[in-house]
């Protein structure tokens, strides 16, 4: 508030005079994506924060003589005294997840990861470094209108906030689908601020299954009056591009179509450098169960809300009971504990499941927000549009990552306005297509199992190799077995082995002109 007025518009100035009001507080009156150090010279004090989300990366080494920290994790690991030894915990998370599930370490020894919402200080007078979190998930007083238009308008401003905050460019480009939250961003881009060129991009996987998102997309930016341009998605044979550079990545990576994804970055960047992505509704808008809502809420409001959408809509609103759950649990499989391929002394080291679960109590409302935004696979995905992975001058940005936006949503009512997503479609309504707005989500089913048969064609699950450094990690016959005869999870899971040797390779500056899926099977 003290900085409403002739506030500096460049961040850098900006966030430097919040440090001359506020000092270390100044994080809590900043909005939007962000990760900073900040010298003061006066205190002779290094002070570094993320935001809430963890959006932008921080990584630090903590040496006997120096401190390192950057927001590209090669620029720490450049300097001498940081030492190259890999971290045999997070190599055990990567073979059982695909991703690092400590969101506070990296895969090397020596290089901590800043997690989301904390800061860091460290002072030249004094040894140690305090980390220390400064956002907690938010438990809002609750928000209740006699009007449902009153919900929608609220909400239509507060991510009208979030993409005005994100839009301070001169042109941007957006990642859209046809489904809700990426339209709804584009729509609110077009609302707040109509003068800023925007071209949407739409990823087509038509050649692999039926895709309707295209069109979908092509409809909305007609609408919208925006200029769209749909790729296609070209993923072929599983490893056909494993030795490019796009594979150099700063950590393991189980993407094996990584080269695509690279390439979909370097089209935006010829656009802008700013990019806006429409995750994640679905988290944002996940429904809490029953007997939450009735531990949380009033129950005469609770079973009220339950009435009227049942009479409004014909249908439950999502419960959360025991049957359900039960059924749930038993029609899709259990998520897969450690392969038995990794080795034990390896596997011993993995992060403890229930860390996370001790660093984030229970919410009291809205549980599976917390659980879906708080989790570890979360920072995979976002350091994967870092330009340190795309290789790309583009800056990606999250209007549904705020901290604005989340507050309002978890002060509402769940029923009726976040069940399947009805405060995006009755907010967007006479703005996005009917056909969008009544639109379910529909999964995507045998992917994995086109995937898996297209690279046993392509190379024959035979012609399976590894090097000897990654048999420090893996019993190489037992995953060379699940390759060869596996089913589809357990190939899809054992190919993580196989982008864990490539990356070795290029981590430790050998050959790589032999793809790990030709050659000759290690015995």
């Not at 400064?134 to 007083?141: A, K, L």
């Not at 019993?475 to 005869?485: I, N, P």
Request: with cysteine; aromatic share 10%.
């Amino acid at each position: 508030a003290a900085l409403a007025h002739g506030a500096p518009r460049d961040d850098r100035a900006l966030l430097a005079a919040a440090w001359r009001t506020w000092t270390a507080a100044c994080v809590n009156e900043l909005h939007g994506d962000f990760s900073f150090a900040l010298w003061d010279g006066a205190a002779r004090a290094l002070f570094c924060a993320r935001d809430p989300f963890g959006v932008h990366p921080l990584y630090y080494a903590d040496l006997d003589d120096w401190f390192v920290c950057s927001n590209v994790l090669a620029a720490v690991r450049a300097h001498p005294s940081v030492s190259a030894e890999l971290r045999t915990g997070a190599i055990a998370d990567f073979l059982r997840h695909g991703f690092n599930a400590d969101v506070s370490t990296t895969s090397f020894e020596a290089v901590q990861r800043l997690p989301p919402g904390h800061t860091l200080e460290v002072s030249a007078s004094a040894r140690g470094v305090t980390v220390r979190p400064w956002w907690r998930f938010p438990v809002p007083e609750p928000i209740r209108y006699r009007r449902a238009e009153d919900y929608a308008e609220h909400f239509r401003a507060v991510l009208g906030e979030a993409v005005r905050d994100r839009t301070r460019t001169p042109r941007a480009t957006i990642l859209m689908s046809g489904d809700l939250d990426s339209t709804a961003v584009a729509a609110t881009v077009r609302r707040v601020a109509p003068e800023l060129p925007l071209v949407a991009y739409t990823t087509s996987y038509a050649a692999i299954f039926p895709d309707d998102e295209p069109r979908l997309a092509r409809a909305v930016a007609e609408r919208l009056g925006i200029q769209h341009v749909v790729l296609d998605a070209g993923v072929g044979v599983p490893f056909a591009q494993v030795d490019t550079r796009a594979f150099d990545t700063p950590e393991p990576t189980d993407d094996y179509h990584l080269d695509h994804w690279n390439s979909l970055f370097a089209r935006l960047s010829a656009d802008a450098g700013v990019t806006l992505d429409g995750e994640d509704g679905d988290a944002l808008f996940a429904p809490p169960g029953l007997l939450t809502m009735f531990r949380s809420l009033p129950p005469f409001e609770v079973a009220s809300d339950v009435v009227r959408y049942v009479v409004s809509h014909r249908r439950l609103p999502h419960t959360g009971l025991w049957l359900r759950r039960r059924l749930r649990e038993w029609i899709r499989p259990r998520p897969r504990g450690m392969p038995a391929w990794v080795r034990p002394s390896v596997a011993r080291l993995a992060s403890d499941p229930l860390a996370r679960a001790r660093r984030f109590p229970a919410h009291p409302s809205r549980p599976e927000v917390q659980n879906f935004l708080t989790a570890p696979i979360w920072q995979s995905y976002l350091e994967s549009v870092d330009p340190a992975w795309t290789r790309a001058a583009v800056d990606v940005r999250f209007p549904l990552l705020d901290e604005r936006v989340l507050g309002f949503t978890l002060a509402i009512p769940p029923i009726p306005w976040c069940q399947r997503k009805e405060l995006l479609r009755v907010a967007m309504r006479g703005t996005l297509p009917d056909e969008v707005l009544v639109r379910a989500k529909s999964p995507v089913h045998g992917y994995d199992e086109r995937q898996v048969r297209q690279w046993r064609e392509a190379f024959g699950p035979a012609q399976v190799r590894f090097g000897s450094r990654i048999a420090e990690y893996v019993d190489v016959r037992a995953v060379s077995s699940v390759v060869r005869e596996g089913g589809t999870g357990d190939v899809v899971a054992a190919w993580r082995a196989l982008m864990l040797e490539r990356w070795l390779r290029a981590f430790e500056g050998g050959p790589s002109a032999a793809p790990p899926t030709q050659g000759q099977p290690t015995d």
